[in-house]
């Protein structure tokens, strides 16, 4: 209802008239005072020419509720305000619907209020669904991605743009409105989860509740009502950790947070029916980093703590700058309290998260501008409203400055730079949104230590989200390189590619040279990050031919047309030549990889080309039986590169995987694909398809497979005739 109410005053007051030249309009006060409560002292005449170039424009546009237009702009600057944003942030949010619906063009808004106003303004502008049809949502938050990035000023304003349209969300359709809230929980709530402004994100989400799930945000919101008709032991436990910390040396604030509704509905889920002080969590603010870990021991001396609570969020940051200390006690009566303890910039940090932090664009080692200031250089030429630009003319994104440090933003999302990246290879919206939706359902990040083999320098830090494997951080290390990864070691042991990584593991990657080796379609199964999966995918679609998986000694008969042959080796032609056809191209079988100097024979198959197997192979009885003519085959004498199948039988053991795999990487071959099928009577089958810089390696390769621990046989994998 408040929200409602302040709604209503904006809107009297947009409506009642000019202010005199010079004075603010009464329609800023409310925004003026939210603002001077953070920036005291800070000239408002910023923003009394952006409401006043506002309310011109948007003069005679309602909203669908039939208030004035200009009251939505006003609730959003207000929003704002309130968590604190500077003076560049509210004058672009008071004008951040001119240029989409009104006459008011960007290069106005650059000319009367700067290059950065103007840069934030185009951020947060819609693309025409005239020029995109169904494609403009998801270009819009692609250029919006892209603008923060550079910017996250952009995402702020974003975010109480959307947060006031879904507080008055109630005037539209059911159909629409559950559209926007299925828009604003899988994409604009783990947004604002990351950029941490959970002041933002926890009113969002219980509106997207409300709409989406009615029925339970009805029984949470009655669970609410009858805890709040009767009294709250949280106070009581409230005053006993207020006397605790008096008799300390700590100066304490001690406050009650109540938790929303969505949160309430969580832990019901989560712990079943609710006791009464589930309801609200203690939250206490001092002054210091240090003042955090008194009061902390203060709880745990005086009462029973709950260890299994307990997080240390000072120590280590989650990846949305939020810094805290979690933990929960028990008290003489055997309630239980959930406790949060921050210092006073924690806590603003943890509401307001980038909000708070002020200009992303100050020089690095610069002093912070005076409190309020937000970057507000309306005036300053040397950023135009496409970011800035490097002495060659040529733009510059934030990731690019970051790495040239020429940047301090104190923000450095590893999301966003991973988001940035993958992006711009997203080859259709549709692909790009639903990789987006994957990407920011990803509630957590991890860091690993990424080293190049044999090197003595300083690991490479990369910041992956949670669950992504070693194919994740070869995409986010390497780019196009890693289509040539072979392996890992994650902590010093070997490992599959597919090894989930956990926070502060050791990794390095295993690279074949270059082009010797290729993705198996089997790691889009490990892929967790869109950078990865796109990267493959392109790959996989450019080599239809080394697309197909590997086939195993047990695996069905098929001819040429099921399974496509493999190509040469890439750079060079085909190892094989046909003598009665000199000009066909010759291709290896896949089912049965001869490789110099076995004996081969052909078939010509579709296409004109000719499929070379070895002799002996089931395909070339089969094919023989049905009447097909062999074509006579011999080896080029410059034969060099080849594939091949091969088939380990061995006693299960622990890490024979790795041991395997390592073997096959010392002796210098590449493996394009690798199955291990389940363990059968403590034996199991690895099939790995190689790829051997010469053929003349391969008996000295199976020798040493033949040497590790457990394994009993090595052969050449052929399949089995019908």
Not at 316 to 340: C, I, M
């Amino acid at each position: 209802m408040s929200a409602v109410r302040s709604l209503r005053k904006l809107s009297r007051a947009a409506v009642s008239g000019s202010a005199p030249r010079g004075s603010l309009p009464d329609a800023l006060e409310h925004v003026a005072q939210a603002h001077r409560a953070h920036h005291p002292g800070v000239p408002l005449e910023p923003l009394r020419r952006a409401y006043v170039l506002a309310e011109a424009s948007h003069r005679g546009q309602l909203r669908k509720s039939g208030e004035p237009y200009i009251t939505h702009p006003l609730a959003v600057t207000l929003i704002l305000a309130q968590l604190g944003a500077g003076m560049t942030t509210l004058t672009a949010s008071l004008l951040h619907d001119t240029v989409e619906d009104t006459e008011v063009t960007l290069g106005q808004v650059r000319e009367e209020f700067g290059a950065e106003v103007a840069y934030l303004v185009d951020g947060v502008t819609k693309l025409e669904k005239v020029d995109y049809g169904a494609a403009a949502e998801p270009e819009t938050f692609r250029k919006m991605l892209v603008a923060t990035g550079d910017d996250v000023r952009v995402m702020s304003i974003k975010l109480a743009d959307r947060l006031h349209n879904m507080r008055t969300l109630g005037v539209m359709r059911p159909e629409k409105q559950a559209r926007i809230a299925r828009v604003t929980r899988e994409v604009l709530i783990p947004l604002a989860e990351r950029l941490g402004v959970q002041a933002l994100k926890t009113e969002l989400e219980d509106l997207t509740f409300a709409i989406l799930h009615p029925r339970e945000y009805e029984h949470t919101q009655q669970l609410i009502r009858q805890h709040a008709a009767g009294p709250d032991p949280l106070r009581e436990v409230a005053d006993a950790v207020r006397a605790v910390l008096r008799d300390a040396p700590v100066g304490a604030e001690v406050q009650i947070r109540p938790r929303h509704a969505l949160s309430v509905h969580r832990v019901e889920k989560k712990r079943g029916p609710l006791g009464p002080c589930d309801f609200g969590r203690l939250l206490i603010l001092v002054g210091d980093d240090a003042d955090c870990y008194a009061v902390l021991g203060e709880l745990h001396t005086c009462f029973t703590p709950l260890i299994a609570e307990f997080k240390d969020f000072i120590a280590v940051p989650k990846f949305n700058l939020y810094q805290s200390l979690h933990t929960a006690f028990a008290d003489a009566q055997g309630r239980v309290a959930e406790v949060l303890i921050r210092s006073r910039r924690m806590h603003r940090v943890a509401e307001a998260g980038v909000v708070a932090l002020g200009d992303p664009h100050r020089p690095a080692g610069d002093a912070a501008p005076p409190a309020g200031a937000d970057g507000d250089r309306e005036a300053d030429g040397d950023r135009d409203a496409e970011g800035s630009r490097n002495a060659d003319g040529e733009r510059e994104t934030g990731a690019q400055r970051e790495a040239d440090g020429e940047r301090d933003d104190p923000t450095r999302p590893g999301w966003l730079s991973r988001l940035l990246e993958w992006q711009s290879h997203a080859p259709d919206p549709d692909t790009f949104w639903a990789h987006l939706r994957d990407e920011l359902a990803q509630d957590r990040e991890i860091t690993v230590f990424c080293a190049d083999p044999g090197s003595l320098g300083d690991p490479g830090v990369l910041h992956l989200p949670g669950g992504a494997t070693c194919v994740d951080a070869a995409y986010a290390r390497y780019g196009a390189r890693a289509h040539a990864c072979i392996g890992a070691r994650v902590d010093g042991r070997l490992t599959t590619l597919g090894t989930v990584l956990r926070d502060g593991d050791a990794l390095q990657l295993l690279l074949a040279p270059e082009g010797a080796s290729g993705p198996a379609p089997q790691w889009l199964e490990h892929a967790r990050t869109p950078a990865a999966r796109i990267a493959i995918r392109r790959w996989l679609d450019a080599h239809p031919e080394d697309a197909a998986p590997a086939e195993s000694a047990a695996g069905p008969a098929a001819d040429e047309r099921q399974a496509a042959p493999p190509s040469p080796p890439r750079g060079g032609q085909s190892a094989a030549v046909a003598v009665e056809l000199p000009d066909r191209p010759v291709r290896l079988a896949r089912c049965c990889t001869p490789v110099p100097p076995d004996r081969v024979t052909g078939f010509a198959v579709r296409g004109g080309a000719v499929t070379a197997h070895r002799e002996g192979c089931a395909a070339v009885l089969r094919m023989a039986r049905a009447g097909r003519v062999a074509v006579p085959v011999r080896w080029r004498p410059e034969a060099g590169g080849c594939r091949v199948t091969l088939l380990a039988e061995a006693f299960g053991r622990p890490r024979l995987l790795a041991d395997l795999t390592e073997t096959i990487a010392v002796q210098g071959a590449a493996v394009i694909a690798a199955d291990v099928a389940p363990p059968r009577e403590q034996r199991v089958r690895h099939t790995y398809t190689l790829h051997l810089p010469d053929a003349t390696g391969l008996p000295a390769l199976m020798r040493a497979m033949r040497a590790v621990p457990g394994v009993y046989d090595v052969v050449r994998a052929t399949r089995a005739a019908v």
